[in-house]
C-alpha cells in the first residue's frame, strides 16, 4: 500500500515539474564571410507525450541561399523530447541580414523567438594586405618566328580599342543630352533618416532593427560620398583602413562615424539596449555628419568646381 502511494506521489511531481514547451532558434556565426555556411536552427523541447510540427520557414529567409535542410529525428533526454530542424545556408552578397522570428501556437498559448541579425563581410578580410592586392600580369616573351603574327593581332587590337573609345565617346554625349537629375548623397541620406524616425521603431519594440538601419544610412552616405567602401567592411575593418584611405574627412567627423557604428553594433549583437535618449543622439550626430560635409560640398561649388 506504500509502494503504491510512493508511485503516484512521484508520478504526480514528474507531472507537475514537467515541461510543457520550449520554443527558441540559433544560429552558429553572427558574423560571415560569403564563403561561409551558415546554420539555422530552430528547436522544440517538450513532454514526450507531445507532439507538435516546427513551422516551415523556407520561403521567409531572405538574403540566403538555403543550400540544405532537414529534421533531425527527436531525441529523449531526462523526460524531455527534443526536436532540432536545421537550414544550411549561403551568401552571395556582403551586408547586414535578418533570419526570421519563429512563432507557433500550442494550448491555446503563443510562443515566439526573436530576430537573429546576421553579417555578411567579404573574404578578403584586409584588403591593405599586401597578398590580397592584384598582381601584375607577368610580360609575353615574344617568339621571333611569330613576330609578324603578333603585329598583325596589335593591328586589329588597336583598330578594336579606337572603336570601342569611339564608341564610348558617342554614348557619353547622348547621356549627356539627356541626363535626369540625380539626387546627392546627403539628400537621400536626409531623407532616410526622416523616414527612420517615422517608422518609431523603438515605440514598436523594434530596436534592433532601429540600429540596423542607421548604422546602414551612415555606411551608405559615406562610401557615395567619399568612395570609400563602408558597406563591404566590419566596424573593425572600417577603423583599420580608412586612415590609408587618406580621405578628405576631419578628425571630428571620424569620431562621430566611429561612434555610431561602435554603439550601433552594441545592440546589434548583443542583448544590450541603449536608453531611447542615447539612442536618438546617435541620429543627431548622423546628422552633423552629413550637414558638415555637405558644407565642404557647397564650398567647393562656390569655388567654381563641379562635384
Known amino acids: 500500500m506504500l509502494k503504491a502511494i ?35 536552427s530552430i528547436t522544440i523541447k517538450s513532454d514526450p507525450t507531445v507532439s507538435i510540427t516546427i513551422p516551415e520557414l523556407g520561403d521567409k529567409i531572405e538574403g540566403f541561399r538555403v543550400v540544405d535542410f532537414g529534421t533531425v ?111 546627392s548623397p546627403d539628400v537621400i541620406a536626409t531623407k532616410e533618416l526622416l523616414a527612420l524616425e517615422a517608422e518609431r521603431l523603438f515605440e514598436s519594440g523594434n530596436v534592433k532593427r532601429y540600429h540596423f538601419r542607421l548604422s546602414e544610412i551612415v555606411r551608405v552616405y559615406i562610401e557615395g560620398r567619399f568612395g570609400f567602401r563602408a558597406t563591404d567592411m566590419t566596424t573593425e575593418e572600417i577603423k583599420k583602413n580608412i586612415s590609408r584611405a587618406k580621405l578628405d574627412i576631419g578628425s571630428d567627423i571620424i569620431t562621430s562615424f566611429f561612434e555610431i557604428l561602435d554603439k550601433t553594433d552594441i545592440v546589434k549583437f548583443t542583448d544590450i539596449i541603449l536608453p531611447k535618449t542615447e539612442s536618438e543622439s546617435l541620429i543627431i550626430k548622423a546628422r552633423a555628419i552629413i550637414n558638415n560635409t555637405r558644407q565642404i560640398l557647397a564650398d567647393n561649388e562656390s569655388d567654381g568646381s563641379v562635384v
Open 73 to 183: 529525428d527527436p531525441k529523449v533526454v531526462d523526460g524531455v523530447k527534443s526536436v532540432v530542424r536545421y537550414y544550411n545556408l549561403q551568401a552571395d552578397l556582403v551586408g547586414s541580414y535578418i533570419l526570421p522570428a519563429v512563432s507557433l501556437s500550442h494550448n491555446g498559448k503563443e510562443y515566439k523567438t526573436s530576430e537573429i541579425f546576421v553579417e555578411v563581410k567579404s573574404v578578403l578580410r584586409d584588403v591593405g594586405k599586401e597578398e590580397n592586392k592584384l598582381k601584375d600580369i607577368k610580360g609575353i616573351i615574344p617568339n621571333p618566328s611569330k613576330i609578324g603574327l603578333m603585329i598583325v593581332i596589335g593591328f586589329i587590337l588597336l583598330v578594336l580599342i579606337i572603336s570601342g573609345l569611339g564608341f564610348m565617346w558617342w554614348r557619353q554625349l547622348k547621356r549627356r543630352k539627356s541626363t535626369d537629375t540625380v539626387e
Open 6 to 40: 510512493l508511485v503516484t506521489i512521484f508520478l504526480l511531481l514528474g507531472q507537475a515539474f514537467a515541461i510543457d514547451l520550449e520554443l527558441s532558434s540559433s544560429a552558429d556565426k553572427a558574423v560571415m564571410t560569403t564563403g561561409d555556411m551558415l546554420k539555422f
